[in-house]
């Protein structure tokens, strides 16, 4: 069972920045997509960013211009630098990989979640 590791959780004030990073206890054939999704209790999980392997990013609107994400493909690791928290950025943030195998069988992996809490 593939195992996405998540760190750089915690609690920031309004207006400061945290960095978020996870990685794979595997490698993959083809990662297609490293991202971010979040949620609240009550709510339905939602992305926050993600890239493609061609390097393309992709960005909820809410978090535009204050999150940038990255991914290094020969770590695969994936990072979100997230500046300007809002209280409203608290959630716990989970990592996700699309992958695709040799066999073109696509899946998607989740890794356990961190919490980030935005309160002054």
């Known amino acids: 069972q593939t195992q996405l590791m998540e760190s750089g959780g915690g609690v920031a004030q309004p207006g400061g920045s945290l960095t978020l990073s996870c990685s794979a206890s595997e490698s993959f054939y083809r990662i297609l997509i490293m991202g971010w999704h979040r949620q609240v209790p009550g709510k339905e999980r939602e992305m926050v960013a993600q890239?493609?392997?061609?390097?393309?990013?992709m960005y909820a609107e809410s978090v535009k211009g204050r999150f940038t994400v990255s991914r290094d493909n020969d770590k695969n690791t994936v990072s979100l630098q997230m500046n300007f928290l809002r209280p409203e950025d608290t959630a716990v943030y989970y990592c996700?990989?699309?992958?695709?195998?040799?066999?073109?069988?696509?899946?998607?992996?989740w890794g356990q979640g961190t919490q980030v809490t935005v309160s002054s």
């Open positions: 996700k990989f699309k992958t695709l195998s040799a066999e073109n069988e696509i899946r998607n992996h």
């Open positions: 890239v493609s392997d061609s390097g393309r990013a």
